[in-house]
């Protein structure tokens, strides 16, 4: 690997690309949200008990501040926002007699019964590996022993950790994208990529750019080999301008990494790709804990980080805009 021109060989990103699905696959199965209690505040029903009942129909966008949701309120779709209703499903097959599920079993009955009707709501446009997740709120003990069965389906956006981060708009008119602002470090849980955090901090990756892929593939899905001939050069090219030259990045230890979309992904109409530094533990099994940002003094880690902390509720810093590198498209012909 030359130190000029610093970037993942091939089975270096078959390493990250590990890393970072097994972060993928705890976000989208293990973490999909159990949801938030109804109880008497989340009701289609304006009869229903409960102090100052809350409609949460279709399309209703809630946000709030306290982790059990307790202070949860209806704001407008175009205003931050934690959670977004797509729809309602009924779980009619669960008799009056069945017991209030558990954790393990509302998070099978959020991924079972909540990502079909998610998908559905948005034409077939939900990007599984993208920033979106399913979630879903969920009735109360109480609502639930007098026979409550409904799940208001939704998306959200949340970390690893299992912490929510605001987003703005409705999903159905987003780019799912999962990328993030430059500058964005992205902390260890374990061997494999966490929530954001300060850079000063241990981290697993910095993002250093933004790259769109619209314009060099406008009609069909790029193969990873095609994804990766655009993104070898544009990651390398940010990143050096980002760490303030071509050979700073390689000098401090550090790699350039992206991921390739998926056909997935693809289809849900996800365009942007990260280009990210990161560097890995010395038997190659995950990331090693990186602290300092490219542009100042960094310090490697030849260690695995610890598991990261399980937290629920709103995170605590505000999710940032995001500018992106617009790839060229095709020499005309």
Not at 167 to 185: F, R, Y
Not at 188 to 206: F, I, L, M, Q, S
Request: proline share 10%.
């Amino acid at each position: 690997m030359s130190p000029d021109r610093p970037r993942a060989s091939r089975s270096a990103q078959r390493i990250a690309a590990g890393a970072v699905l097994g972060a993928c696959a705890a976000l989208v199965l293990g973490a999909v949200s159990s949801g938030i209690s109804a109880g008497g505040r989340f009701t289609d029903d304006p009869a229903a008990t409960g102090v100052q009942p809350l409609r949460a129909p279709a399309h209703t966008c809630l946000t709030w501040q306290q982790p059990d949701a307790s202070d949860a309120r209806q704001v407008s779709c175009v205003q931050p926002h934690l959670f977004e209703v797509i729809g309602t499903v009924e779980l009619a097959d669960l008799e009056a007699r069945t017991p209030f599920p558990d954790a393990p079993s509302w998070q099978q009955l959020v991924t079972s019964r909540c990502t079909q009707r998610t998908t559905q709501a948005l034409a077939g446009r939900f990007d599984p590996f993208g920033r979106f997740s399913v979630g879903a709120i969920k009735p109360s003990v109480d609502s639930w022993r007098r026979g409550d069965r409904t799940l208001r389906c939704g998306v959200q956006s949340s970390g690893r950790s299992g912490a929510l981060f605001a987003t703005t708009g409705s999903a159905a008119h987003q780019d799912q994208s999962d990328v993030h602002p430059p500058g964005t470090c992205l902390g260890n849980d374990g061997k494999t990529v966490g929530d954001p955090v300060d850079c000063a901090r241990p981290h697993a990756v910095e993002v250093v750019g933004v790259v769109d892929l619209s314009a060099a593939f406008p009609k069909r899905y790029p193969d990873e080999t095609a994804q990766d001939g655009v993104l070898d050069a544009e990651c390398t090219k940010l990143a050096a301008d980002f760490a303030g030259g071509p050979e700073v990045v390689g000098k401090k230890g550090l790699t350039v990494f992206w991921e390739t979309l998926r056909p997935q992904s693809w289809q849900a109409g996800s365009r942007r790709v990260d280009c990210r530094l990161g560097a890995f533990l010395p038997d190659r099994s995950g990331f090693a804990p990186v602290t300092g940002s490219v542009k100042g003094p960094v310090q490697v880690g030849k260690q695995p980080a610890r598991p990261a902390a399980r937290t629920s509720g709103p995170a605590p810093v505000p999710a940032a805009t995001v500018t992106t590198a617009v790839t060229p498209g095709p020499p005309p012909r």
